[in-house]
Nanobody, 119 residues
Framework: VQLQASGGGLVQAGGSLRLSCAAS????????MGWYRQAPGKQRELVAF???????TYADSKKGRFTISRDNAKNTVYLQMNSLKPEDTAVYFC??????????????WGQGTQVTVSS
């Protein structure tokens, strides 16, 4: 299983980025896909997840600024991030699992992509 995240970078506060995570080695449409992030010195936290059918769930603080989506034909999950703040600076990881419980507890991890938001 490979989860290849990309799209991170340096952006000014108020800017936008779209992260992508391309999956291989799994039946993508059958997997719940999640985005997590880990800021320096902090625990990794869930940002959002999306089921194979497209139902989405967000961590409360991410609602309204972040949008998770997926393209099952491309085996790719996206995270559109708008109105970025310096506190969004973190390494962002994607994760896959066949159910929400599996994804959050023992899912496959991607390698992460760095997002840095300058003030």
């Amino acid at each position: 299983v490979q989860l290849q995240a990309s799209g991170g970078g340096l952006v000014q506060a108020g800017g936008s980025l779209r992260l992508s995570c391309a999956a291989s080695g799994i039946i993508f449409r059958n997997n719940v896909m999640g985005w997590y992030r880990q800021a320096p010195g902090k625990q990794r936290e869930l940002v959002a997840f999306i089921t194979g059918g497209g139902s989405t769930t967000y961590a409360d603080s991410k609602k309204g600024r972040f949008t998770i989506s997926r393209d099952n034909a491309k085996n790719t999950v996206y995270l559109q991030m708008n109105s970025l703040k310096p506190e969004d600076t973190a390494v962002y990881f994607c994760r896959a699992g066949t159910t929400v419980a599996t994804m959050t507890s023992q899912g496959y991890w991607g390698q992460g992509t760095q997002v840095t938001v300058s003030s």
